[in-house]
């Protein structure tokens, strides 16, 4: 399994081959300890509840699939745009399409290493599901 990310641009591809693995425990290395998911709109989440989010997921089996758009660094943070998608059939058969561009804040921890410090997968998307009026543009919750 690849090593925690040495440069930015890095961790969306880490963060993927951990995910695809299935391993909770590689996935959560992604993330700082008092790092923040929003697994849906307005709803941030830390440390269990973090980690039980990305671990519904995971449980799928479906691989993501990340395509970074742009990774800005200052110092020992960074921002990335991420595009990324979910898509295929459950361990049940059951077709998931889940997608979106993830606003993403990450760090350089004291050993080198870039760690998730907010993982915003929806974005901007995310603040207009919290104002739009139709039920059919919501996406699903982690």
Same mark, same amino acid.
Do not use: C
């Given at each position: 399994?690849? !090593? %925690?990310?040495?440069?930015? !641009? !890095?961790?969306? &591809? @880490? ?9 909770? $425990?590689? %996935?959560?290395?992604?993330? !700082? ?12 989440? /830390? ?10 997921? #995971?449980?799928?089996?479906?691989? =993501? ?11 020992? %943070? &960074? ?5 990324? @998608? =979910?898509?295929?059939?459950?361990? +049940? *058969?059951?077709?998931?399409? @889940?997608?979106? $561009?993830? /606003?993403?804040?990450?760090? #350089? ?8 410090? =907010?993982?915003?997968?929806? *974005? $901007?998307?995310? #603040?207009? %599901?919290? /104002? +739009?009026? /139709?039920?059919? $543009? ?5």
């Amino acid at each position: 399994m690849r !090593e %925690l990310a040495d440069r930015p !641009e !890095e961790v969306p &591809a @880490v963060f993927a081959e951990r995910f695809n693995s299935g391993d909770a $425990t590689a %996935l959560a290395q992604v993330y !700082e300890d008092a790092a923040v998911l929003v697994p849906e709109p307005g709803t941030p989440a /830390t440390g269990p509840d973090l980690h039980a989010a990305n671990g519904r997921l #995971q449980k799928l089996g479906v691989p =993501i699939s990340v395509r970074p758009r742009h990774v800005y660094r200052n110092g020992d %943070l &960074a921002l990335l745009i991420v595009d990324w @998608v =979910i898509d295929g059939p459950d361990r +049940e *058969g059951q077709a998931v399409h @889940v997608e979106g $561009t993830a /606003t993403d804040v990450a760090r #350089q921890g004291p050993d080198g290493r870039w760690r998730y410090v =907010i993982d915003n997968p929806f *974005g $901007t998307r995310a #603040q207009q %599901l919290l /104002t +739009e009026d /139709t039920e059919d $543009t919501e996406e699903p919750a982690f």
